[in-house]
């Protein structure tokens, strides 16, 4: 579908949401895999978190904060949230008829399928996205025979925002998570792990430390920035090289509360310094 | 003030509003001191946590909370959160100029004075409550020479609307939190901890296994129940026993999302049962 409509979107930006800063992981690999592209990234704070609340009140808020990033004009939506991605889809697509957009539980799936050789796979996420019972859903698509065990870790969440990822406190809470959870496969665990929330990844040193070695953890930001890419190229959307200037694209911040904290605390999902100037508050 | 207009009002429930399910204990202590008022208790579970998020929007929300228990008919309001009575009164006071309001920190600072006998007051609240210094401000205006220290705990809140009140990794977690606030006083400790958030009455019998011997909790549920009593006497306010049936008043409970949540999850901080279909959904 190399339409004329099609590439005359495509030098516009990637739009990406999340309940807050937890998609700072996505956008992360999404910079890496797709460098000349620009992006505006929202995180709904004042809403947050998503994973606690209702099917039907996530995907209101869903297609508000689309609306933010559609007006100021996008090409692609990612939604970077699992909670979001397991109830908002078919939502947005109905809204939006034009809009490609791509969650992460889909890419999540694709991923841990491909990593479980016996096909017995674990997946944490939070108490929404367990409830909606997506993952399960979407791996059974690609591996009817898997043998999957999920659980709800809701305070990774409360966890990764305080900036408690690591010490012996929160080893004893992934433990005290974890362990029931392992106890759930036979002897040797499950093959891999789903990170099925992208608070998550912040808190991947200390949850291998209390699994069983050789079970491997499985973040759906990577496979969630290819399947972009993919997406991205199959329409002909990727950004034209006269617009690209030096090669690096920009990044936009969007927040619906504290633009202060979104930053103090974003840093630790992004990876790299993020200055309050960068964020703009954006009101719902 | 006496008045027939005050009169015309007693026979009408006591509003009672908070973010979420932590209020329910300040719903308990008030219904404990006056069980013959009737209650309306509104969560605004779908915008939860208050505790994270500007004093701007949540002094909006506490507005739009407030409009619907005043639509229904209340004589006197309580914010029963913390964080919200730091931010909002002014707010509420201002649009609401006939409504008695009787928030959660002016009751909790006289509380704590009372049991400072050397003015060492440690207090422990949300990210919100902190960066407001409520507490400080309300502790100094009745002892202008207490030395005080305050930390936020937020996770606290996470923690108990997971049910995780008990066991070691949250001994573990309280114990990271309250350690280098302890230290922050001469041997032995302050004088007194003070509860500054609806949710930490849940983890007090943690909190108290990591603080040194003699240092007392303080939790402004039961003295907020007492300022209002003190508040209805005094208006002429509370209900006429005409009214009062059997001698037990009613409570109806709203939630802005999730009423099976609020009704599990809020078992935890009411002490008592909670059926999900005592909780009606609101949508704000």
């Known amino acids: 579908m190399h339409s004329d409509s099609a590439t005359s979107t495509a030098h516009l930006p990637i739009g990406v949401f999340d309940s807050g800063v937890g998609g700072l992981t996505v956008l992360r690999a999404l910079k890496k895999a797709l460098p000349h592209e620009d992006f505006l990234y929202l995180g709904d704070t004042a809403r947050l978190p998503y994973g606690t609340k209702s099917g039907a009140t996530v995907a209101r808020y869903a297609l508000q904060t689309t609306r933010v990033l559609v007006d100021q004009g996008i090409k692609l939506l990612v939604i970077a949230c699992n909670t979001a991605s397991s109830v908002a889809l078919p939502g947005l697509a109905e809204a939006y008829p034009g809009l490609p957009v791509v969650g992460v539980i889909e890419p ?6 491909a990593r479980a050789p016996h096909g017995r796979i674990a997946v944490i996420a939070t108490n929404g996205t367990v409830r909606g019972a997506a993952y399960q859903t979407a791996i059974l698509r690609h591996r009817p025979e898997a043998t999957i065990a999920t659980r709800s870790t809701q305070l990774f969440v409360a966890l990764a925002e305080e900036g408690w990822t690591h010490g012996p406190e929160v080893e004893a809470v992934a433990e005290r ?9 036979p002897e040797g665990g499950p093959d891999c792990l789903v990170l099925g929330c992208t608070h998550f990844p912040a808190m991947a040193e200390t949850i291998r430390k209390v699994l069983p070695e050789g079970v491997c953890l499985v973040d759906s930001a990577e496979t969630t920035a290819e399947s972009v890419a993919e997406e991205l190229a199959e329409r002909g959307l990727l950004k034209p090289r006269a617009n690209s200037g030096d090669g690096s694209g920009s990044v936009r911040f969007f927040a619906t509360d504290d633009p ?7 840093e630790i999902f992004l990876g790299t310094p993020l200055a309050v100037g960068d964020v703009t508050l954006v009101d719902l």
């Open 108 to 113: 999540g799936a694709r991923a841990c399928c």
């Open 177 to 185: 998570y974890l362990a029931p959870l392992m106890a759930e496969f």
């Open 260 to 266: 202060e904290r979104f930053a103090r605390v974003g």
